[in-house]
């Protein structure tokens, strides 16, 4: 299997890739990003054999198909190191967590008529309560075997506001040949967010408290990765949203959510999607690609609505900072979508050089319109309905109701981000088509809204309960590059 760049799109360019080559990198040369030179097809045969596999061996199915240069027997060895109850154990009281992702019917008589069922997908369970450990837990155990055989280290140099550092950090924490360098805005984070990186002890994990805010951290990670020397003497790499990787390893559970709501493979299934940055619901798309029957592809945004215009309008408007609002769903405050890039080649029949064009255009204009009208930049808007894609929107007075009438209707407390995905998924769930939620965050992560809302604190999974007292390890600085690469120097040695 080879990869190719969505601003090329052709294999026989200089960009084409294994997987183990992109493993490790993140853009393409050409700024574009990777994606299968083709979808690998899924047959009736295949998907009627994974009714009866675990979690682990599923992925080491589907991951087969995209990883061709690893060895089998390597790849099943590390799926089943990475999908194990242990790592997964956060599961609600009454969950087998050994499920890895279990399934929830909520209703199965939404709106009295009946036959409308809505479910929802646990995909939280993970070392840090969030959706991010189902690929970076696998990312930390395919980057320890790829640098292994290849004698070499790796410095992954990143930004977060919450989710991703802390995901990223549990799965790389005591890797050999890897440390972790995490910027955060100081004091900016919620307690329970920065307790969760901050207490961790591995010598090869360092936390950089930044005085400033997350754009400052973030614009210091393009600082740095735009010093090639720098970069390159120290080894420096990342995990963010856009690693295929990560999105391959999301693929997995789609079709694990398909294969437990459904009997028979003629059956369809539909998915929510809390969306901010793409990435879950382009693996959603990328498993459509490949012939599961998924119906509709629903990305549910917060009051951070980009993705919701597009789908609605076909115009694809970038926000600036003053137009990003900081919400109760913190995870889906974004201005632009980092993976959106790769829907779009293959809206446009992969034709790179208009992918080239239109994101061009983003930097220079702010964003291009597909909606057909006189003097737009094409008119693909006609044609998403082919690939699924729905949308809808919910706001902090949205959260609060849902999350309330999750809780009194099923008994279920819900995260805030869960609860934007119920939301816009009960606008949309059709008789006799399932309707799966991804459940993106526990309930104990975002507490302050749940507090909120029901009145009462969430449930903390065992081992969290004190959390925040603690001892924690973190470097506070000021939103100085220099200095930032000082750091890094002094405790790479290289
Ligand atoms: C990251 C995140 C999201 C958004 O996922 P994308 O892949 O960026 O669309 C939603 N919910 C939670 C809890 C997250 O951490």
Request: hydrophobic share 40%.
């Amino acid at each position: 299997m080879q990869y190719v760049s969505t601003r090329s799109g052709t294999v026989h360019s200089s960009a084409s890739q294994s997987f183990s080559e992109i493993l490790l990198g993140g853009l393409a040369p050409d700024g574009g990003l990777y994606l299968p030179a083709e979808y690998p097809q899924v047959t009736g045969e295949e998907l009627s054999a994974w009714r009866k596999l675990s979690y682990a061996d599923l992925a080491f199915e589907i991951l087969k198909k995209f990883a061709t240069d690893i060895p089998a027997a390597d790849l099943k060895a590390i799926t089943r190191k990475t999908y194990t109850a242990a790592v997964y154990r956060n599961a609600r009281a009454g969950d087998d967590a050994s499920q890895i992702t279990p399934l929830h019917v909520l209703d199965e008589q939404l709106g009295r008529g009946g036959g409308k069922t809505l479910m929802l997908q646990a995909l939280s369970n993970g070392p840090t309560l969030a959706f991010k450990d189902m690929a970076m837990q696998l990312l930390g155990n395919l980057f320890e075997y790829t640098l292994s055989k290849n004698n070499a280290e790796l410095n992954i140099f990143g930004a977060t506001s919450g989710d991703t550092g802390s995901a990223a950090e549990y799965a790389m924490r005591g890797k050999k040949g890897i440390r972790v360098f995490m910027l955060s805005p100081h004091k900016k984070m919620s307690a329970f967010q920065s307790a969760q990186m901050f207490s961790l002890q591995d010598p090869n994990i360092f936390n950089i408290a930044i005085v400033g805010v997350f754009d400052d951290c973030q614009d210091m990670v393009k600082a740095v990765s735009n010093d090639l020397e720098f970069k390159v003497r120290q080894k420096i790499g990342t995990v963010n949203s856009i690693n295929w990787a990560r999105v391959v390893a999301q693929v997995v559970y789609y079709f694990r959510g398909y294969l437990l709501a459904t009997t028979s493979n003629d059956q369809k299934v539909s998915f929510t999607v809390p969306s901010g940055n793409f990435g879950n619901i382009c693996a959603g798309h990328i498993a459509r690609m490949m012939g599961l029957p998924i119906d509709k592809l629903i990305a549910a945004t917060n009051e951070n609505d980009v993705l919701d215009e597009f789908f609605r309008t076909g115009v694809y408007r970038v926000r600036k900072s003053a137009e990003t609002y900081h919400t109760s769903s913190p995870s889906m405050d974004i201005s632009k979508a980092s993976n959106f890039e790769r829907f779009i080649f293959d809206l446009l029949d992969r034709d790179g050089d208009r992918v080239r064009a239109l994101f061009q255009k983003v930097e220079t204009h702010g964003g291009f319109d597909l909606s057909g009208k006189p003097g737009s930049d094409g008119d693909e808007f006609v044609k998403i309905a082919q690939y699924g894609f729905l949308s809808g929107k919910s706001t902090h007075q949205d959260r609060l109701d849902t999350i309330r009438e999750v809780q009194d209707e099923y008994d279920i407390t819900i995260d805030t981000h869960t609860a934007d995905g119920v939301k816009v998924a009960r606008e949309h769930v059709a008789p006799g088509v399932p309707m799966i939620v991804l459940e993106t965050a526990l309930a104990a992560k975002f507490n302050e809204t749940i507090l909120e809302a029901l009145g009462t604190d969430a449930e903390r999974p065992a081992g969290f309960e004190n959390i925040e007292d603690l001892p924690q390890h973190f470097e506070v600085m000021p939103a100085d590059v220099e200095l930032v690469k000082v750091f890094i120097a002094k405790h790479t040695g290289l």
